[in-house]
């Protein structure tokens, strides 16, 4: 890092991960600070009114410069970051029970994480962008091969902790994300269109649900043995579709985002059209709920419904702070790229990201007791932990791409 990066690194450290490391570990004891940033966002806007409105105007036909949409690398960066603070955090008694992973039906936070990493790493892959190079596929499927195998192997010789009925007995993550990697690779060689990739991905949201209702979803909840590969790993396989299903509807949503050269008055339109996304979603979500459930170990139609009413409420909050904040800070010259130094660290490596906050959680579990440490040394372990893993990536990206 040169210049003043070192600065800069510690400022947004202190203004982006900190906030949200204290929300999820203290977030019954900060609840009132966002209730008082609400409140004075809102007097900001009823005071600034008529000038807000001169500069919005002003704005409309402003060109986006960004090679890459911010609103890409802020949603990428900070599901990153929840998952990779979440990660650890879950092992302290700092870090609230109500957001840990539900072991039935149900909503939780930690649940989150594996849905919402399917859709962004879904926006690299489209039937509208030109297929790749056979090295590029495989050095982009190679780390999931690695860390599937690796982990598996890892967590057998150190017999690591794991819970058989997350994902299966050999099965994880890694091995999820490299199947439909694979699979995606295929499959979009002949779908020519966003509306092809719709249809698909409604078709095998009405399949999987079909096959779990049949009985499917009665077995892989079941106490039933695990007698070979496929019965002891019935979790992961049998969820693929569901995964595969939210995959491809992440390619359908980043159709829409903003592109280099769009007039910014594209962003309202986007803005509207994923609210009303969020608005549907969040209503199947709610009827699903109370039909057939939302259940993540099965990948079932709740679930997927529930994390697309995440994704776009998400864009409709970045959008709205994005639009907000160019009003405030109106300029007449072409908007410029308003991520931050470590949002688009982690948005370049954003697995790599991921795999470090692994590693370092799996060490720390292994030298400390976690459920042993007080609220405050929690909070500080976490702190040292984020500070690490943020400063390593920032380094290794300014040293690739600088």
């Known amino acids: 890092?040169?210049?003043?990066?070192?600065?800069?690194?510690?400022?947004?450290?202190?203004?982006?991960?900190?906030?949200?490391?204290?929300?999820?570990?203290?977030?019954?004891?900060?609840?009132?600070?966002?209730?008082?940033?609400?409140?004075v966002a809102i007097s900001l806007a009823i005071f600034l009114r008529k000038d807000l409105g001169y500069f919005w105007i002003a704005l409309q036909n402003n060109v986006i410069s960004d090679e890459k949409p911010p609103c890409v690398t802020v949603f990428r960066a900070v599901v990153n970051v929840f998952t990779v603070i979440c990660i650890l955090a879950a092992d302290f008694t700092c870090f609230p029970r109500r957001f840990l992973k539900t072991e039935s039906f149900g909503y939780g936070l930690m649940d989150t994480g594996v849905g919402l990493f399917v859709i962004i790493y879904s926006f690299t892959d489209s039937?509208?962008?030109?297929?790749?190079?056979?090295?590029?596929?495989?050095?982009?499927?190679?780390?999931?091969?690695?860390?599937?195998?690796?982990?598996?192997?890892?967590?057998?010789?150190?017999?690591?902790?794991?819970?058989?009925?997350?994902?299966?007995?050999?099965?994880?993550?890694?091995?999820?994300?490299l199947v439909l990697t694979l699979f995606n690779e295929i499959v979009l060689n002949f779908l020519k269109s966003v509306s092809e990739v719709f249809f698909l991905a409604v078709l095998f949201l009405v399949t999987h649900e079909l096959v779990l209702a049949i009985g499917l979803k009665q077995w892989i909840l079941s106490d039933a043995p695990r007698l070979n590969f496929f019965s002891s790993n019935r979790e992961g396989i049998f969820s693929l579709l569901g995964y595969e299903t939210l995959s491809l509807s992440g390619m359908v949503i980043s159709y829409f985002l903003p592109k280099k050269n769009d007039l910014f008055r594209k962003y309202v339109s986007v803005l509207l059209r994923y609210f009303l996304g969020f608005l549907l979603c969040i209503t199947l979500t709610i009827l699903a709920d109370f039909s057939i459930g939302v259940f993540r170990k099965t990948a079932n139609s709740g679930y997927i419904f529930w994390i697309l009413s995440l994704t776009f409420l998400t864009f409709v909050s970045i959008f709205s702070c994005d639009i907000a904040l160019r009003i405030c800070i109106h300029s007449r010259t072409p908007i410029v790229d308003s991520a931050s130094l470590i949002m688009k660290a982690i948005n370049y490596n954003g697995l790599l990201f991921f795999l470090l906050g692994n590693v370092l959680t799996g060490l720390i579990n292994l030298n400390i007791k976690t459920l042993l440490v007080n609220e405050v040394q929690s909070v500080l372990i976490i702190l040292l932990y984020m500070f690490t893993c943020c400063a390593f990536i920032v380094f290794c990206t300014r040293r690739i791409y600088v």
């Open 1 to 39: 890092m040169k210049d003043h990066a070192y600065l800069i690194f510690v400022f947004e450290f202190l203004t982006i991960v900190t906030p949200l490391l204290f929300f999820l570990t203290l977030a019954f004891h900060l609840l009132f600070l966002f209730y008082a940033c609400f409140i």
């Open 127 to 177: 039937p509208y962008k030109p297929r790749r190079s056979l090295r590029y596929f495989t050095y982009k499927i190679l780390p999931f091969f690695v860390l599937g195998l690796g982990r598996y192997f890892c967590t057998e010789a150190l017999r690591y902790q794991h819970q058989v009925t997350e994902y299966g007995t050999q099965w994880n993550f890694f091995i999820t994300l």
